[in-house]
Nanobody
Framework: QVQLVESGGGLVQPGGSLRLSCVAS????????MGWYRQAPGKQRELVAR??????NYADSVKGRFTISRDNTKRTVYLQMNNLTPEDTAVYYC????????????WGQGTQVTVSS
């Protein structure tokens, strides 16, 4: 079991940047896949980015603007978000993926990101 706690959200103007952090309650070295999801009001939760070992994948809507990374020594996964637009406004969730059972098994509580002038 692992608890995930996100931070770093807030209000930012269009074109601005934020870096989200997700700190785990235990080592994540054995967790091969970590990811960031987001959910905007009235929309389904969508996978924004994931990191599989050192390989990263992104939703088309954020490709070239967002960067996911991880620091296993700090038990932390990051999401660097640049050139933000109002369409990026959502609650962002960190999650871990179970490669034994093939589903996203642990989730953080979410952090709000609002992009507005």
């Amino acid at each position: 079991q692992v608890q995930l706690v996100e931070s770093g959200g807030g209000l930012v103007q269009p074109g601005g940047s934020l870096r989200l952090s997700c700190v785990a309650s235990r080592s994540i070295s054995s967790i091969a896949v970590m990811g960031w999801y987001r959910q905007a009001p009235g929309k389904q939760r969508e996978l924004v980015a994931r990191i599989v070992g050192g390989i990263t994948n992104y939703a088309d809507s954020v490709k070239g603007r967002f960067t996911i990374s991880r620091d296993n020594t700090k038990r932390t996964v990051y999401l660097q978000m640049n050139n933000l637009t109002p369409e990026d406004t959502a609650v962002y969730y960190c999650a871990s993926y179970s490669t034994s059972y093939y589903y996203w098994d642990y989730w953080g509580q979410g952090t709000q990101v609002t992009v507005s002038s």
